[in-house]
């Protein structure tokens, strides 16, 4: 009854979510904070003015979102930790500063970075060769490349889990397919600085696209939207279900040249014309109108990674150092899932995965101060 594509399906795992009891979860790379209190006015103030809205379909082109996106990355640089707050005003770092006006035509938003790079895969990654991808990479990525039918080559880690770059290089260009990998990457929590991924962009085919996942540049990242105005087959995704608060509002987008964001609303039109809701987009533009708000919280989130770090190299642990909001850690002398075990018998969730290579590992989301103090203090006692 089911055709053979669907045979050959290996879906996603999530991160545990469990409703036998409460815990503290540490195990999804979620934000720990709430978004700001104005995009809970903005989404009452919605409802309250304009219930028909709910009965009809939004905009399909989400144009104001866009608009406000755009002014958010113009403000911010694209790295919230780094930016300069002054009250409600926030001004890009300097080694973020992007050396153009980013617009709206070069935004396309939709249902999470997931759907995003559901039709980034199928605009642009041919079935007929071989996608490069690195050894431990977000695990959405070999899913997507099943879904539409196109092998993948992999490509071992470095020993210090950094991305190895001209081995990515030469097989992109031997399959003369196209590149994506996240910058910070996950689950590493390893970042490559701006000048790397421009020295890979100059030595990748320019004819095939170069597609950098910035999910969790904002917790300390290098933003590669200043090198859109170098390279014209560079496109970026990026999400507001790290360091914008929102992983319930399923937000994701791209920045890159509008004749890019052309293919992929191309695509869009061909499956979902109306794929924002009503009630997101109000969220999304608010969170995008109070960067402060946001900036603020992924200092607090980058604050609390260095404390945490510094926490287990003094109890003897290994860890990745991260540029994201968690961190990759083993202990030397108990297994990974041991470790998951007995932190989730102390009432707290962190992710452990069974991949070879990083079995070993817990990946650890970071909190509040309140929740890190707990997770440390149940680490002191296993």
């Given at each position: 009854m089911i055709s053979s594509r669907m045979k050959n399906l290996h879906p996603y795992v999530p991160g545990e979510q469990p409703k036998d009891r409460e815990y503290i979860k540490l195990n999804a790379n979620e934000n720990p904070y709430a978004p700001s209190s104005k995009v809970q006015e903005a989404l009452v103030d919605f409802i309250n003015r304009n219930p028909m809205k709910l009965a009809l379909y939004p905009d399909p082109d989400s144009l104001e979102l866009h608009a406000s996106i755009a002014d958010m990355l113009n403000k911010t640089g694209g790295v919230l930790c780094n930016a300069v707050v002054n009250g409600e005003k926030v001004e890009p770092a300097e080694l973020d500063k992007i050396p153009f006006t980013v617009t709206p035509e070069m935004i396309y938003s939709g249902n999470g970075s997931d759907e995003v790079l559901s039709f980034v895969f199928y605009a642009f990654f041919d079935s007929g060769r071989k996608l490069v991808l690195p050894e431990f990479t977000y695990s959405f990525y070999p899913v997507y490349a099943g879904f539409y039918n196109i092998e993948t080559d992999v490509v071992?880690?470095?020993?210090?889990?950094?991305?190895?770059?001209?081995?990515?290089?030469?097989?992109?260009?031997?399959?003369?397919?196209?590149?994506?990998?996240?910058?910070?990457?996950?689950?590493?929590?390893?970042?490559?600085?701006?000048?790397?991924?421009?020295?890979?962009?100059?030595?990748?085919?320019?004819?095939?696209?170069?597609?950098?996942?910035?999910?969790?540049?904002?917790?300390?990242?290098?933003?590669?939207?200043?090198?859109?105005?170098?390279?014209?087959?560079l496109l970026i995704v990026r999400t507001f279900s790290k360091?914008?608060?929102?992983?319930?509002?399923?937000?994701?987008?791209?920045?890159?040249?509008?004749?890019?964001?052309?293919?992929?609303?191309?695509?869009?039109?061909s499956l979902n014309h109306f794929p924002i809701d009503a009630l997101a987009q109000v969220a999304g533009n608010a969170a995008c109108k109070n960067p402060a708000y946001y900036c603020e919280c992924a200092k607090k989130v980058v604050e609390e990674r260095e404390?945490?770090?510094?926490?287990?190299?003094?109890?003897?642990?290994?860890?990745?150092?991260?540029?994201?909001?968690?961190?990759?850690?083993?202990?030397?002398?108990?297994?990974?899932?041991?470790?998951?075990k007995r932190i989730k018998q102390e009432g707290i969730l962190v992710r452990h995965f069974s991949t070879k290579g990083i079995e070993e590992y817990v990946r650890i989301t970071i909190g509040t101060k309140e929740q890190m103090n707990a997770l440390k203090e149940a680490i002191s006692r296993i």
């Open positions: 071992p880690m470095n020993k210090d889990w950094s991305l190895n770059k001209e081995e990515m290089l030469s097989r992109a260009k031997k399959n003369g397919s196209g590149l994506i990998f996240a910058n910070p990457n996950a689950p590493s929590g390893i970042s490559l600085s701006r000048d790397e991924v421009r020295k890979m962009l100059e030595k990748a085919d320019s004819n095939q696209i170069f597609v950098v996942d910035e999910a969790y540049c904002d917790f300390g990242g290098e933003s590669c939207i200043s090198l859109l105005a170098e390279f014209k087959n360091s914008l608060c929102g992983a319930g509002m399923r937000l994701g987008y791209v920045v890159s040249s509008p004749e890019i964001v052309n293919y992929i609303t191309t695509v869009k039109n404390s945490f770090q510094n926490f287990l190299k003094e109890k003897g642990w290994y860890f990745v150092p991260s540029k994201t909001n968690f961190v990759l850690a083993k202990h030397p002398c108990v297994s990974g899932e041991e470790v998951y």
